[in-house]
């Protein structure tokens, strides 16, 4: 009995030491791979992004344009560009009693995004 534990023992060692030596050429592997990876990922990061987002027709990208940026993808969006306070009722007094403010929206605008690449 005693020596076929032995033969367990041994053949769990060497499978254990054989399995390191398998983990460190994968991890090297790997590491030729991510090497490769990123030499073509630094020609990919030579390219600048921006988003530049103008809300309810104040600023302009005209100033980024002059500087070389390109638009590569422009959307807009309805936004609220102003809220107003109004009384609930005709009996409420907003100063005295803030229960009966409401607040709604007084001017709808345009949110528009840019996204700029150089």
């Given at each position: 009995?005693?020596p076929?534990?032995?033969y367990?023992?041994?053949?769990f060692?060497?499978?254990?030491?054989?399995?390191?030596?398998?983990?460190?050429?994968?991890?090297?592997?790997?590491?030729n791979?991510?090497?490769?990876?990123?030499?073509?990922?630094?020609?990919?990061?030579?390219?600048?992004?921006?988003e530049?987002?103008?809300?309810?027709?104040?600023?302009?990208?005209?100033?980024?344009?002059?500087?070389?940026?390109?638009?590569k993808k422009?959307?807009?969006?309805?936004?609220?560009?102003?809220w107003?306070?109004?009384?609930?009722?005709?009996k409420?007094?907003i100063?005295?009693?803030?229960?009966?403010?409401?607040?709604?929206?007084?001017?709808?605008?345009?949110?528009?995004?840019?996204?700029?690449?150089?």
């Amino acid at each position: 009995m005693k020596p076929f534990l032995k033969y367990i023992s041994i053949s769990f060692i060497i499978i254990f030491l054989s399995s390191c030596s398998y983990f460190n050429n994968f991890k090297r592997n790997n590491n030729n791979n991510n090497q490769e990876l990123n030499s073509k990922d630094i020609n990919m990061k030579n390219k600048q992004k921006l988003e530049v987002k103008i809300s309810c027709g104040e600023g302009n990208i005209n100033d980024f344009l002059d500087k070389g940026w390109k638009i590569k993808k422009e959307y807009s969006e309805e936004k609220i560009c102003s809220w107003k306070s109004i009384p609930a009722n005709n009996k409420c007094n907003i100063e005295k009693d803030k229960g009966c403010k409401i607040i709604k929206p007084d001017k709808i605008g345009i949110e528009t995004f840019y996204l700029l690449e150089k």
